[in-house]
T-cell receptor, first 114, second 114 residues
Framework: GQQVMQIPQYQHVQEGEDFTTYCNSS?????IQWYKQRPGGHPVFLIQ?????EVKKQKRLTFQFGEAKKNSSLHITATQTTDVGTYFC??????????????FGTGTLLAVQP | ETGVTQTPRHLVMGMTNKKSLKCEQH?????MYWYKQSAKKPLELMFV???????ENNSVPSRFSPECPNSSHLFLHLHTLQPEDSALYLC?????????????FGEGSRLTVL
């Protein structure tokens, strides 16, 4: 079946260090979304990428969508303790009509040490 | 406040009990979803309702029974569950399900099956 894998599963950084999580799909995606889930919380939408090779920035966060629309990355510059949480990518696979699916990745848990 | 409200937030039930999870969205969205989140597993899509019609049933056991009486309310009826069904059950809604619009998640219902 369709799979969306993320690496690493877990990353522990010192505050101020950079962080990157990578997302890979077994099939071509129509778009990719990123969500953040704080410990004990629920997933919160961060951004959506649609175009091949697209790059978007939100303050210290940089999101990329691969040229083949099968992979994506999220890079955080100079992490802060508020960045702690699990980051999920979610790939949208368009089969036409009502069967389109949003498949979540396995997630990367980020721990930031002050 | 996400605009998606789930009750109860916590539920403990025995394997012979019958209970229901409730979700209500105040966003005017067209689609509602049930996801299951277990430890060390990606978010698993269970059911999708678009305009009150079930459009996705992701091979979920019959002991889980969804109900969508209108576009704002979604229920998950539970009966004769197993301990492995213990998980966080997340409800979500979206405006544009067919083109992969962002999901708005509720805070989740933490279910423990004894």
């Amino acid at each position: 079946g369709q799979q969306v894998m993320q690496i690493p599963q877990y990353q522990h950084v010192q505050e101020g260090e950079d962080f990157t999580t990578y997302c890979n799909s077994s099939t071509t995606l129509s778009n990719i979304q990123w969500y953040k889930q704080r410990p004990g919380g629920h997933p919160v939408f961060l951004i959506q990428l649609v175009k091949s090779g697209e790059v978007k920035k939100q303050k210290r966060l940089t999101f990329q969508f691969g040229e083949a629309k099968k992979n994506s990355s999220l890079h955080i510059t100079a992490t802060q303790t508020t960045d702690v949480g699990t980051y999920f990518c979610a790939g949208f696979m368009n089969y036409g009509g009502a069967t389109n699916k949003l498949i979540f990745g396995t997630g990367t848990l980020l721990a930031v040490q002050p | 406040e996400t605009g998606v409200t789930q009750t109860p937030r916590h539920l403990v039930m025995g394997m012979t009990n019958k209970k229901s999870l409730k979700c209500e969205q105040h966003l005017g969205h067209n689609a509602m979803y049930w996801y299951k989140q277990s430890a060390k597993k990606p978010l698993e899509l269970m059911f999708v309702y678009s305009l009150e019609e079930r459009v996705e049933n992701n091979s979920v056991p019959s002991r889980f029974s969804p109900e969508c009486p209108n576009s704002s309310h979604l229920f998950l009826h539970l009966h004769t569950l197993q301990p492995e069904d213990s998980a966080l059950y997340l409800c979500a809604s979206s405006r544009f399900p067919r083109v992969g619009g962002e999901l708005f998640f509720g805070e989740g219902s933490r279910l423990t099956v004894l």
